[in-house]
């Protein structure tokens, strides 16, 4: 019954390589949201998609590539890993921004590691 | 520009300890607010969240926060914390209006939370 989740927990791979990382979601939320919390700490979000509609794309390097298939997936490809994309990815859904309750609610994180 | 400052890194108190963490924000306009804790290898759980009405709201574990318009704050606090609740905690705010909404959260630092026995 896991409200977001996320797979794989842990992605460990070596530079260059291709790599997806999987969010869904089961709570009938409409947006849903990639962050990236780098190893300060420091959460910033990435990208947002609303009922499978991109609506925010912050300065992210294009070979990040989000993907939503439907509304309950934001799926996240990766493309010629660097070192510095060594983070803690984390999925969110939000039921529609602007409502009252703009509550996120996260995933548990994919930690990726780029050797 | 928007932005969340938690001016304290890092804090260690005292089981049994009172707690007060520090937020403060910069934003066009009243936001929405929240904070989340984060345990270690975990996702991050919601506290609190102000929307309107009562600025002393009450979260989830015993933490309570204050929203002060006149200081742009809203600090966390705690009467007597718990050695489980060693942890970090993160404040953010969201926008109001949804012709502006995308639903973005801007997040501060951070702060962590060390207790002592």
């Known amino acids: 019954d896991t409200a977001v989740s996320q797979t794989p927990k842990y992605l460990v791979t070596q530079m260059g390589n291709d790599k997806s990382i999987k969010c869904e979601q089961n709570?009938?939320?409409?947006?849903m949201y990639w962050y990236k919390q780098d190893s300060k700490k420091f959460l910033k979000i990435m990208f947002s998609y609303n009922n499978k509609e991109l609506i925010i794309n912050e300065t992210v390097p294009n070979r990040f590539s989000p993907k939503s298939p439907d509304k309950a997936h934001l799926n996240l490809h990766i493309n010629s890993l660097e070192l510095g994309d060594s983070a803690v990815y984390f999925c969110a859904s939000t039921p529609r921004p602007g409502s009252s309750y703009n509550e996120q609610f996260f995933g548990p994180g994919t930690r990726l590691t780029v050797l | 520009a928007q932005s969340v400052t938690q001016p304290d890194i890092h804090i260690t108190v005292s089981e049994g300890a009172s707690l007060e963490l520090r937020c403060n924000y910069s934003y066009g306009a009243t936001p929405y607010l929240f904070w989340y804790v984060q345990s270690p290898g975990q996702g991050l759980q919601l506290l609190l969240k102000y929307f309107s009405g009562d600025t002393l709201v009450q979260g989830i574990k015993g933490f309570e926060a204050e929203f002060k318009r006149s200081q742009s704050s809203f600090n966390l606090r705690k009467p007597s914390v718990h050695w489980s609740d060693a942890a970090e905690y993160f404040c953010a705010v969201g926008p109001r209006t949804f012709s502006s909404n995308t639903g973005k959260l801007i997040f501060g630092q951070g702060t962590t939370l060390q207790v002592k026995p």
């Open positions: 709570l009938g939320h409409d947006t």
